[in-house]
Nanobody, 126 residues
Framework: QVQLVESGGGLVQAGGSLRLSCAAS????????MAWFRQAPGKEREFVAA????????NYADSVKGRFTISRDNAKNTCYLQMNNLKPEDTAVYYC???????????????????WGQGTQVTVSS
């Protein structure tokens, strides 16, 4: 089993930045890919970004390309989401997810991921 804990959410004005962290514990050797999803009130959970746990290949939703950056620190078993130029429409609960299959970094459905964190709230004011 893999446990994921997100942190770093908060309230920020439009145009500002936040960095989310996702600390993994447990059977971290079983992680093949990491991703971030988000869910706004009344909406379905949507893909934000993903990457292979070992490697540099990354995948981004069109809505965040050029503004968000996913990265990882394998030594710390931590994945990050740097969010710049935030917009009010980025307001959501952000979830970290992990998949056992490293090929799943290419996939956007939530069902492609095996483990989930509890989520962290990001609110962007206009």
């Amino acid at each position: 089993q893999v446990q994921l804990v997100e942190s770093g959410g908060g309230l920020v004005q439009a145009g500002g930045s936040l960095r989310l962290s996702c600390a993994a514990s447990g059977r971290t050797s079983g992680i093949g890919a990491m991703a971030w999803f988000r869910q706004a009130p009344g909406k379905e959970r949507e893909f934000v970004a993903a990457m292979k746990w070992s490697g540099i290949t990354k995948n981004y939703a069109d809505s965040v390309k050029g503004r968000f950056t996913i990265s990882r620190d394998n030594a710390k078993n931590t994945c990050y989401l740097q969010m710049n130029n935030l917009k009010p429409e980025d307001t959501a609960v952000y979830y970290c997810a992990a998949a056992a299959d490293p090929r799943n970094w290419r996939l956007t459905p939530a069902s492609a991921y095996d483990y989930w964190g509890q989520g962290t709230q990001v609110t962007v004011s206009s």
